[in-house]
């Protein structure tokens, strides 16, 4: 038997439409049969508007200002009957008081985007020059959210198996070279999907997809006239919308299908989808900038501001969502579960997340409720929670992040240690072991595993890894700022000329040290994580800070993957080597290892013995455990010499039915890599300079 | 928005000419509910459409579980490019068999 609703019918009639009193929960819009329950929250507001309008028109069809008597408790809501769903487009309209100095913003002839919207109009195609005389910007819209996901749901990989990619949307296919035919969106990532599979990365990890405004700030560069942008995106406008400029079918308003669609087709290959979310500020800025939503709806709930109504900048962006608050905590919290729920989104990763766990007045929590709600929550249960662990206002907490037993880190410290021994710098042996068995200096002591530290020795943040390589200090005077923007700190060395060179014996240094980095990357425990384009050598000719352009100097140059193809062949060989090797992967610090070795030991040139002195370059790791269904041992054993001269390295001694085989080794940089290796009877090997080896222990055949 | 009934060998053709977006969707699917018969595959001739919104494909998609649940052949026909592009980034092609016309229907030589 259908059951039909009895309260399904208008009750009043408000500027030409048919309504009645709509229900507070959920936020946002919901469909009722036959119409739409709009709800929305203000504490301090004291009239709300519902103005709709025509995906077409400039001026509004309708205002229908909510009876008072629909509002329970903070929240107005109203079910507005007969609307053309596809075609609606709406926002809100809040009275209040205009106090800045008590907190309080309110204009009541300005029009509001839903905190909630599902979909924004607006920034339809990417690069579109706005109609700035349009007094509402981003127009909130309905979902239909009703896709055929045909039985898929996250994939739940196990944190420590994970090879994470992390890429920008456009910047990835943008390039004319890319060869796909929608580029620089969601659906040219699902054509690059055989390509991402054929690397054996299973998670990508996208940055910002929240519908943002790529011409917030926007600005021409003062020298060569370029238009720069808000190209990273990381100011979100709307935190449940995807941005339509990344869709080939956003001038549709086809977003959501399309991105779902791009989510789906990424598990059918085993790949998880991790999003970058920014949670610590909104596009709104301080009290100079425009008042698209939160602003205009509760200044004083959503944001931290000082007594005198000033915004605090821990963002060091203009403002600080004040994510402590109960309601702002719980918006949050609504928006992931959404994204997970509805996208099947795998894994979240919280961009300046030491914010998320301060006090409405700025100071850290030891118990901050927002990490703790997230880390327990029902539905984000199985989801990956990765903190970037510190801030702009000078919290850094990679080691100490709140994290419930499920948070990791992006391992910051992983990064600089990496980079140090990299290029030969002293006294590094000792952080470098650590950061080689998972940093258990930073995770072992409160509980946490190896793959809560996020390894990574390039990320978007700062130089690519051919750049690394090649330039010794950042050059950004494309991004307009007289190269003051961006990182000092890159611990980076160009190998003996900055930048560009003819030189070959510098050109192949460089290729040795980006086989080194991947190495030992990929050989560490904990989660990798590879910045797109770097498995060919992308280069962003010394930028280290491209948040602002959209360019061939930001978008991937596909052509490196023929010319660069012994790196990417290199990669792609050390993906799949990490794949086959548990013994990589172990998850816990307390592993008994195997029958004849520690779960993780350390060598240097004597096996067994380190030289941990100050200016001691060689270190080897051997990693093992058994396989319980073969009985047979697991082992790796990775040697590296990072002086700038060869050295002779001793093996360590196998069990007898156990012989080495070489299966890597940057120091032959015409051939680094052995597909099926021979065994290796010698007693030991002469390193080169620079180089890294590895060896896997293999049962000798009789 | 225009529809009609047709038919070509064995196929029951619907021909649609127009937009299909929300404002005429209800007329088409009111006319799929009506005329369409068991027993005979359906061709949806879509040679006349330039433009379908997102309500519009998602009656196509209606359409398509109406026919499995029919237990008969459905085909798309003449899918304007750009159509079957936003239909290929939104995940809706996979569903659908598309022809360039009538004559390339199976058994319909």
């Known amino acids: ?702 | 928005m225009d529809v009609a009934l047709d038919s070509f060998k064995n196929w029951q053709v619907i021909k649609v000419a127009g937009q299909v977006d929300s404002k005429t969707v209800s007329d088409l699917r009111d006319f799929i509910d009506s005329e369409l018969k068991q027993g005979h595959p359906v061709a949806l001739e879509l040679t006349e459409v330039p433009f379908m919104s997102s309500a519009g494909l998602r009656t196509l998609l209606t359409l398509q579980r109406k026919t499995t649940d029919m237990g008969v052949d459905l085909a798309l026909i003449g899918v304007a490019p750009e159509i079957a592009d936003t239909m290929k980034v939104t995940g809706f092609y996979q569903f659908f068999t598309i022809f360039e016309s009538l004559q390339n229907l199976p058994g319909a030589e």
């Open chain 1, 1 to 702: 038997m259908e059951l039909e609703r009895i309260d399904n019918i208008p009750t009043d009639t408000i500027d030409g439409y048919r309504v009645r009193p709509g229900k507070p929960l959920p936020f946002g819009v919901s469909s009722v049969p036959g119409g739409l329950n709009f709800s929305v929250y203000t504490s301090a507001g004291t009239s709300c508007t519902l103005v709709l309008y025509s995906r077409t028109e400039e001026s509004p069809l309708a205002e229908i200002r909510v009876p008072d008597y629909y509002r329970i408790g903070d929240v107005y809501s109203i079910v507005v009957y007969d609307l053309d769903y596809e075609d609606l487009e709406y926002g809100f309209k809040i009275d209040g008081p205009h106090e800045p100095e008590q907190g309080h913003r309110f204009d009541r002839t300005n029009v509001l985007m839903d905190p909630y919207a599902r979909v924004i109009s607006g920034r339809d195609e990417w690069g579109i020059e706005p109609n700035w005389d349009r007094s509402y910007q981003y127009r909130s819209r309905v979902a239909f959210d009703d896709f055929d996901w045909e039985g898929d749901s996250p994939l739940e990989i196990d944190d420590a198996d994970l090879v994470i990619y992390e890429l920008h949307v456009r910047s990835f296919t943008r390039n004319e070279n890319s060869g796909v035919k929608f580029k620089g969106t969601y659906a040219g990532i699902v054509e690059k999907i055989p390509y991402l599979k054929a690397l054996g990365i299973n998670a990508v990890e996208l940055m910002p997809v929240f519908e943002f405004d790529e011409f917030e700030n926007s600005r021409m560069h003062p020298d060569t006239g370029e238009k720069l942008y808000n190209y990273w995106g990381y100011s979100t406008v709307a935190f449940f919308a995807p941005k339509a400029g990344f869709a080939a079918s956003g001038k549709f308003g086809m977003q959501v299908d399309e991105f779902k669609q791009l989510v789906k087709e990424l598990h059918k290959e085993g790949i998880e989808v991790i999003l970058d979310v920014v949670f610590n500020h909104t596009a709104e800025g301080n009290e100079r900038g425009p008042s698209i939503s939160f602003k205009g709806l509760d200044n004083k709930i959503y944001y931290m501001l000082t007594p005198e109504g000033y915004y605090f900048n821990f963002s060091g962006t203009g403002n600080t969502l004040n994510c402590n608050n109960p309601v702002v905590r719980n918006l949050v919290l609504d928006c992931l579960r959404y994204w997970c729920a509805e996208y099947h989104i795998d894994g979240f990763r919280f961009d300046l997340a030491s914010i998320l766990g301060r006090d409405p007045w700025g100071a850290p929590l030891s118990n901050p409720p927002l990490l703790e709600s997230l880390a327990f929550d029902p539905i984000l249960s199985s989801c990956k929670l990765i903190a970037e662990a510190w801030d702009a206002g000078g919290l850094y907490q990679v080691g100490t992040f709140p994290a419930y037993g499920r948070w990791s880190e992006w391992n910051g410290k992983y990064r600089d240690t990496a980079r140090r021994y990299l290029k030969g710098d002293d006294d590094q042996l000792g952080e470098m072991a650590q950061r080689v068995q998972g940093s258990p200096d930073l995770y072992q002591w409160n509980g946490r595993s190896p793959a809560t530290s996020i390894n990574f020795i390039t990320c978007h943040d700062g130089f690519t890894l051919a750049d690394l390589v090649s330039f010794n200090g950042k050059h950004n005077e494309a991004n307009g700022e007289n190269n003051c923007d961006g990182g000092d700190d890159n611990l980076s060395w160009n190998c003996g000329a900055e930048g560009w060179t003819e030189d070959q014996g510098i050109k192949s240094l460089r290729m040795k040290q980006s086989m080194n980095a991947l190495t030992i990357l990929l050989t560490s425990r904990g989660t990798p994580m590879l910045l797109m384009g770097d498995e060919f050598g992308r280069s962003q000719h010394g930028n280290n800070n491209a948040y602002c352009i959209d360019s061939p100097v930001s978008w991937v140059d596909w052509s490196l993957l023929e010319s660069n193809h012994l790196l990417y062949d290199f990669t792609k060989n050390l993906v799949g080597f990490r794949h086959q090797h548990k013994c990589l992967r172990i998850n816990r610090f307390d592993d008994p290892g195997s029958k004849h070795f520690p779960s993780c030991s350390f060598h240097g040139t004597n096996p067994w013995q380190v030289n941990w002195s100050s200016e001691s370059k060689q270190l080897g790791w051997l990693m093992s455990c058994d396989d319980d269904s073969t009985s047979l041992m697991d082992a790796v054993y990775v040697a590296s010499n990072m002086a700038h001269y060869a050295t002779w390295f001793e093996l360590p001694s196998l069990p007898t039915e156990y012989v080495w085989k070489l299966c890597f080794n940057t120091g032959d940089i015409q051939s680094p890599f052995q597909q099926s290796p021979a065994p290796y009877l010698e007693s030991g090997i002469l390193v080169g300079d620079r180089s890294v080896l590895i060896f896997t222990a293999s049962p000798r055949e009789t």
